[in-house]
């Protein structure tokens, strides 16, 4: 069963830092890039980064250019993103994805697989 299982949200105030992890299980992570996307109260979703399989290419949405940072450990099947100088407009549910046109087994994923999502709220 494939699942990304996303955990480390919460309140901070503005300019503080978050540690976002995402566990995946039920396919071969280490073959996969892998995104974080956000969606905003009364948004739709907004793409925040993407990591290739291997890790060592990496790309971001310019809103969070230089506060956030993606990366991965695929001996622990296990994406992050580290959130730092945390602006009101960050709040949202974030999500970890595979990338859209994704197979996962036999299982066409034409937006890409996304787990249940983990809520942040930056706010004094």
């Known amino acids: 069963q494939v699942q990304l299982v996303e955990s480390g949200g919460g309140l901070v105030q503005p300019g503080g830092s978050l540690r976002l992890s995402c566990a995946a299980s039920?396919?071969?992570?280490?073959?996969?890039?892998m995104n974080w996307v956000r969606q905003a109260p009364g948004k739709g979703l907004e793409w925040v980064s993407v990591?290739?399989?291997?890790?060592?290419?990496?790309s971001y949405a310019d809103s969070v250019k230089g506060r956030f940072t993606i990366s991965r450990d695929n001996a622990k099947n296990t994406l992050y993103l580290r959130m730092n100088s945390l602006r009101p407009e960050d709040t949202a549910v974030y999500y970890c994805?595979?990338?859209?046109?994704?197979?996962?087994?036999?299982?066409?994923?034409?937006?890409?697989?996304r787990g249940q999502g983990t809520q942040v709220t930056v706010s004094s």
């Open positions: 990591i290739n399989s291997g890790g060592d290419g990496t």
């Open positions: 994805a595979t990338s859209p046109h994704t197979y996962l087994g036999d299982t066409y994923y034409a937006t890409g697989f």
């Open positions: 039920g396919f071969p992570f280490n073959n996969y890039a």
